[in-house]
């Protein structure tokens, strides 16, 4: 059977021109003007900020749900536990769409796939809105998930499109702390809303923001992906002229939308069977990201019943999360100056490990956080000594997502978005079941033994950014997939 071609990166599309001139001189390039690397410094990080503030919308909508579990459960006259699927489905949703608009996006353009998602996260935010029982919304809420899903594999893509070399630390970083921040505020602006509106008042004000939000994709998202912008240059090119033999790679592509479906789901399941190192690494976001979804349970078992705190008081617990996140985001100047000084040593081009070394900082503070949580979470100990706990459990979840997420993107660049859907199908499977058991499990083990067995698994995984930082080289060349 033949095997489906890899979906490609852009830069590697675009230099096939160089390849294959010889063969017709009608092949288009793009000039400096149009190659998305040379976009004005301004109208790159005007993208990455809508691109970053669009994946933030999408994530803080997740988890925002949280405080509306008990209104819910009033009005459709259902238990609590069911209500706890209004976050399940929506993150299974994030999980599922990405398989579909990360390669799609690799052959129709990284904007059209923006642009289409936020349109039906508008559409479908109403059906939620105006829910006559808890059915539809559970139903809507998973198609809300789903449509919203491409910012959590495509934008790695854009990002790669438009920055080069080192230069894509600092916007990847500024990316990836959008959608971890966004489930931590989430609670934060749902604890107040809820605490003074009507439960359904948190999905209007959502719907408002998602179409803030469309707008700002639709003016200031430009397409990145070159291939693309080649096959456009070259259709232009064979209006204006009549010359039929201009044409882009792309034109000579022969892909069915069958195939494409099938390629989508593929490749990126493909890349967790066969190489170990996406398959550890992609494990270790899940299960990281799988106790970030599981606090949204766990916290208001921790502060409402243990230190007695109403709904507003109970989301304003997550800042410290959000703080740890926002410090690990402002110490990405010393890791940029890290990179630097490992690219002198290697000639002028680190290799990819290097962006492992803040992942290994992520991989010691994230256990030791939860072990701080874990023993400060009795009703005795003052309230405020966990919520600074999860000071460094913030920033250290930031290190092992944003060295994980720029490494898969440097490492599998010729397929950097499929690498980024597998990674976000599993990350989004584990937080979709982590909330459901979560209450089982702190009433079982207790607010210590349950934190605390969360920090043996963190632990269990924390030395894989080490092994892989001395193994990687050998790793990737010996793979079909890696650069």
Not at 313 to 333: E, N, Y
């Amino acid at each position: 059977m033949e095997t489906p071609p890899e979906p490609e990166d852009s830069r590697t599309l675009a230099n096939e021109q160089t390849q294959e001139k010889s063969a017709d001189d009608h092949l288009v390039s793009l000039d400096a003007t149009e190659d998305p690397l040379c976009f004005s410094a301004f109208k790159k990080w005007l993208a990455v900020a809508v691109i970053a503030s669009g994946s933030f919308c999408v994530t803080c909508a997740s988890s925002m749900a949280s405080f509306t579990e008990q209104g819910m459960a009033t009005e459709f006259k259902v238990s609590r536990e069911p209500t706890i699927l209004m976050i399940s489905l929506f993150v299974l949703g994030l999980g599922f769409g990405p398989l579909i608009t990360g390669p799609f996006s690799e052959v129709y353009g990284r904007a059209i796939i923006y642009r289409v998602s936020y349109v039906l996260m508008v559409l479908l935010s109403f059906p939620v809105v105006f829910a006559p029982n808890l059915a539809v919304a559970l139903v809507f809420r998973f198609l809300l998930g789903t449509a919203g899903a491409s910012f959590l594999s495509v934008a790695g893509g854009s990002i790669a499109d438009m920055f080069d070399g080192h230069k894509v630390a600092t916007p990847m970083a500024m990316y990836t702390i959008s959608p971890f921040l966004g489930p931590v505020i989430g609670p934060l602006l749902g604890g107040f809303l809820n605490q003074h509106l009507y439960w359904r008042w948190t999905y209007r004000i959502l719907l408002i923001w998602t179409g803030i939000e469309m707008i700002a994709i639709f003016l200031f998202v430009p397409e990145s992906y070159a291939p693309v912008l080649l096959k456009r240059k070259a259709a232009k090119l064979r209006q204006e002229s009549g010359d039929s033999k201009y044409w882009a790679p792309l034109d000579r592509r022969e892909t069915t939308l069958t195939r494409l479906l099938v390629l989508s789901c593929y490749v990126p399941f493909k890349l967790l069977i066969f190489e170990r190192m996406a398959l550890l690494l992609d494990t270790w976001n899940a299960l990281l990201l799988g106790i970030l979804y599981l606090m949204f349970q766990a916290f208001p078992i921790i502060f409402e019943q243990g230190h007695h705190f109403n709904v507003q008081s109970t989301g304003l617990t997550f800042l410290g999360i959000g703080l740890g996140m926002v410090i690990g985001l402002a110490t990405q100047p010393f890791w940029n100056r890290l990179a630097a000084r490992e690219a002198v040593k290697h000639g002028g081009r680190a290799p990819p490990e290097t962006l492992l070394i803040m992942g290994q900082a992520g991989g010691i503070l994230v256990p030791l956080a939860l072990y701080w949580f874990a023993f400060t979470t009795y009703p005795h100990v003052h309230w405020a000594v966990p919520i600074v706990a999860s000071i460094p459990f913030g920033t250290g979840t930031f290190f092992a997502f944003a060295s994980t997420f720029t490494y898969l993107v440097t490492a599998y660049r010729p397929i950097a978005a499929s690498a980024m859907a597998s990674n976000s199908a599993m990350r989004s499977s584990f937080a979709a079941a982590f909330p459901l058991f979560a209450g089982a499990m702190y009433d079982k083990l207790g607010t210590v033994g349950a934190t605390a067995l969360l920090a043996g698994l963190a632990t269990l995984m924390a030395p894989l950014p080490f092994i892989f930082y001395r193994i990687g080289p050998k790793l990737r060349a010996n793979s079909k997939f890696a650069v």
